[in-house]
């Protein structure tokens, strides 16, 4: 029997946009179990709890058996490991995320040889999408609709509600 194709598709999720969910279903018919999977980072601070970014994601693979999501601190590769995964994806918005993305891939090579990383590019639709941006919109008090799943675009609303902004400001 051949070995099962595990793969990793990590990120802060702080919230789950339709960019992120564009790109676990694109690596998700490239494998045959997706773990997508939040990354705690304790001096990275989040907007949203971890068990928010979690439910977040749940809500959206609901009835998915094969994408399954999880969270993990410390480094992506022992996580890898860990889960047996060889393949880690990574979105691709636009050549802002090259830089960092590309460091990324040959540090986590150099620490565990057997993982590759694999670039998908999202709908045309979404290469402008970022959790920072719907967070300062949603703060500001704009409409989430076309940014974020459904399932998720009431809460988000009610939790940004009276809250000033923790990103950079984006001047929307
Ligand atoms: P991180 O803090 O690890 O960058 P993010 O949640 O911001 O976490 O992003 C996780 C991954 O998803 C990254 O590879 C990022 O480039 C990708 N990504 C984020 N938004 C989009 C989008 N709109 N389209 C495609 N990929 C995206």
Do not use: W
């Not at 880690?88 to 590759?116: C, H, P, W």
């Amino acid at each position: 029997m051949r070995k099962k194709i595990i793969g990793l598709y990590p990120g802060s999720f702080d919230p789950v946009t339709n960019g992120h969910l564009d790109i676990s279903f694109r690596a998700s018919k490239l494998c045959d179990i997706l773990y997508v999977a939040v990354v705690t980072n304790p001096k990275k601070q989040s907007f949203f709890s971890l068990e928010d970014r979690i439910e977040f994601l749940k809500r959206n693979f609901q009835g998915k058996s094969h994408i399954r999501v999880s969270s993990f601190n410390g480094l992506l590769v022992n996580y890898a490991k860990k889960i047996k995964a060889s393949i880690i994806f990574r979105g691709l918005r636009a050549v802002s995320d090259f830089e960092y993305e590309f460091q990324m891939a040959l540090i986590n090579r150099t620490l565990f040889q057997k993982i590759e990383t694999v670039f998908l590019v999202p709908s045309e639709k979404y290469v402008f999408l970022s959790s920072s941006a719907v967070k300062e919109v949603a703060q500001l008090g704009g409409n989430i609709k076309n940014f974020v799943p459904p399932k998720i675009v009431q809460y988000i609303k009610k939790k940004t509600k009276n809250t000033v902004s923790v990103t950079k400001p984006l001047h929307f």
